[in-house]
């Protein structure tokens, strides 16, 4: 079983910044995909942020040249650097972490992070 945790959510005002942080623990071998999504209410969760274990990375067209992801595989961590956020960033965000673990294949969620931008 490999759990993620994410933290690092809150409140702030339009142009402002927050740092996200993933971790995941448990038996883990090598996790290939660590990615952020996100949830606004009445919304579907979609793709945020996305980085391979060899440093690709992906971002959905709406945070091109806000955000960042970046991650520490030797600590299985993940971060999200957001920068002007903007009211409709607001939405839960959820860490996912795909790889291998005890020989077998694993897709984990963490519980979100709350973020919250005020016009």
């Known amino acids: 079983q490999v759990q993620v945790v994410e933290s690092g959510g809150g409140s702030v005002q339009a142009g402002g910044s927050l740092r996200l942080s993933c971790a995941a623990s448990?038996?883990?071998?090598?996790?290939?995909?660590m990615a952020w999504y996100r949830q606004a209410p009445g919304k579907q969760r979609e793709l945020v942020a996305g980085?391979?274990?060899?440093?690709?990375?992906n971002y959905t067209d709406s945070v091109k040249g806000r955000f960042t992801i970046s991650r520490d595989n030797a600590k299985n961590t993940a971060y999200l650097e957001m920068n002007s956020l903007k009211p409709d960033d607001t939405a839960v965000y959820y860490c996912?972490?795909?790889?291998?673990?005890?020989?077998?294949?694993?897709?984990?969620w963490g519980q979100g992070t709350q973020v919250t931008v005020s016009s």
């Open positions: 996912n972490a795909d790889g291998r673990g005890a020989g077998r294949y694993f897709s984990s």
């Open positions: 448990g038996i883990i071998f090598s996790i290939r995909v």
């Open positions: 980085m391979t274990d060899d440093g690709t990375t």
